[in-house]
């Protein structure tokens, strides 16, 4: 597309090269390693579930007894144990969780846990590629009434089915994305709770079954609406690639899904980030899960006027590891958001020429736009203008995915009739401006034009400088959203581990190739 914005076509390039260059060393850290939570959630993928008597669930019973061996790849035991017994993963997970120890079986030759395998492998794929098909069909049939941007809200009552109540309502209010919030430290914890849950502060646990029960749900109100309603959770934390596993079984549409989102903003261990997102990545490209980044947390920390050039790179970042993992750019819900302070002035002109900016460096990215937060008061009739602002920013620059604003922002969790009066001001405006950007020109050398190009120059330089510090010691040297994080500190960091020369995942080779994911030639 023409750059409305008189943006560089040759910088753009420069500043996509940079951020490959900056993820390829990481690149060849994230092949060489696995996870705690990579190899639970390959078990996960292969069949394994259920919890003991203590509330551990077996994917956790099973690497731990195998802490010794996780180099090798926790699968083979599994398998092995399924062929050894005779039994199905029902059946073993039932064995496991009453106190079996599957590193005590003896192993039978390989090639028939690779033909189990494959057989496994084939189940988990069918399945998930049924889902897309449903999806797909679902989407198509609906999508006259589905215009860009998606209105997307949040439901955080802590209880499951509050969280059913409230989700239904807003989809009949004309949501067409409800994202369930998690409880509060969730992402801390390094174990999936189990089963349907009553009780969350903040948020409500991401469990499989919570997961089934508000699909369930949407499935049944978006057949009485005529709209596929998209379902969204959070495959972050210390067990971001099971939550990404969990989504895809139980077709989840989005996953807020960054790459260094816990870094900087949960202290989790770098490298554990690192390798876990790529998983997790490669799940969601498999499932066709759009992810969602999270650039707009920089905007809590780091000014959204001086700054905002470390969106722009974090989005190029995430734009390469993404790639990296074998995922097409429509999946790519990359984040910014409407923060700046609202009491400078041209505010939403530095706004405007953001947005647009994002929307011309990635034209095929269902960008996520995130609304105004930092600087809500309490006021709610200053907040539904902020709000309104926003919404006509969205639309104006054909975002993908609207993170509807709450004029109660700041004050509560948001009331049904809060939602309902987003949504209607979110639709009102989508309408009533429906074409404006295909109508509308930037004045050459004008407020918006240099503002965008003064900010891809700044996150040139700002990546070149990274690209010669490496990103690990970028992150430790606080150049993301002036937060520093230790490569060896943080949480998470003794459930790394260096691949052996015998590893084996069936599940990852297995999506490496569906992915046409290269390996890099040692």
Not at 81 to 89: F, Q, R, S, V
Not at 460 to 485: N, T, Y
Request: net charge negative.
């Amino acid at each position: 597309m023409e750059s409305k914005l008189g943006l560089s076509a040759k910088r753009i390039a420069q500043c996509r090269n940079r951020a490959n260059e900056i993820v390829k060393p990481v690149q060849t850290y994230i092949r060489k390693h696995t996870t705690d939570s990579v190899e639970r959630a390959t078990l996960r993928l292969l069949g394994a579930d259920l919890i003991n008597s203590d509330g551990i669930p077996v994917p956790n019973i099973i690497v731990d007894q195998l802490k010794d061996k996780i180099q090798d790849g926790v699968a083979q035991f599994y398998i092995n144990a399924l062929l050894k017994l005779n039994c199905t993963p029902g059946e073993l997970n039932r064995k496991i969780a009453e106190g079996l120890r599957i590193p005590e079986i003896e192993m039978v030759d390989k090639k028939y846990i690779e033909e189990k395998g494959r057989e496994l492998v084939q189940e988990f794929s069918l399945k998930v590629k049924k889902h897309r098909v449903f999806r797909q069909e679902q989407i198509l049939r609906a999508a006259i009434k589905q215009p860009s941007p998606l209105l997307y809200v949040i439901v955080a009552t802590g209880n499951i089915y509050e969280d059913v109540k409230q989700a239904r309502a807003a989809a009949e209010q004309g949501a067409d994305v409800i994202a369930v919030i998690r409880t509060t430290a969730q992402s801390l914890l390094d174990y999936v709770p189990y089963g349907p849950t009553t009780e969350g502060f903040g948020g409500t646990y991401a469990t499989q079954e919570n997961f089934r029960i508000m699909r369930k749900a949407l499935d049944e109100t978006g057949a009485e609406v005529g709209r596929y309603i998209r379902l969204v959770n959070y495959a972050s934390g210390l067990c971001m690639p099971e939550i990404a596993a969990m989504g895809a079984l139980e077709r989840l549409d989005m996953m807020l899904n960054d790459s260094m989102y816990g870094i900087l903003f949960r202290d989790i261990n770098m490298y554990r980030t690192f390798v876990d997102q790529h998983f997790s990545r490669m799940i969601n490209s498999f499932a066709e899960i759009v992810i969602n980044t999270g650039e707009d947390n920089y905007l809590t920390t780091s000014d959204a006027y001086e700054k905002a050039y470390t969106v722009t790179a974090s989005q190029l970042i995430n734009e390469s590891f993404a790639r990296a993992s074998g995922m097409p750019e429509k999946l790519m819900g990359l984040g910014h958001a409407f923060e700046m302070d609202p009491s400078i002035k041209n505010g939403f002109l530095f706004e405007l020429a953001q947005a647009q900016m994002a929307r011309e460096i990635f034209p095929h990215a269902p960008l996520k736009y995130m609304p105004p937060t930092k600087y809500m008061t309490g006021d709610i009739f200053r907040g539904y203008a902020m709000n309104t602002l926003f919404n006509f920013i969205a639309k104006a620059t054909n975002q993908g995915i609207l993170l509807l604003g709450m004029l109660t922002e700041a004050i509560h969790t948001p009331f049904m009739q809060d939602r309902f009066l987003a949504i209607t001001n979110a639709k009102y405006v989508m309408n009533n401006m429906g074409d404006l950007l295909s109508d509308m020109e930037f004045k050459t050398d004008g407020i918006m034009q240099n503002r965008a190009q003064d900010v891809l120059c700044q996150t040139e330089s700002f990546l070149e400088e990274v690209q010669g510090k490496g990103l690990f010691d970028a992150v430790e040297d606080k150049m993301f959203a002036d937060i520093s994080r230790p490569k060896n500190g943080g949480k998470g960091f003794g459930g790394v581990y260096e691949k052996s020369e015998g590893y084996w995942n069936p599940i990852e080779d297995y999506l490496m190739k569906e992915l046409n994911i290269m390996v890099e030639v040692k």
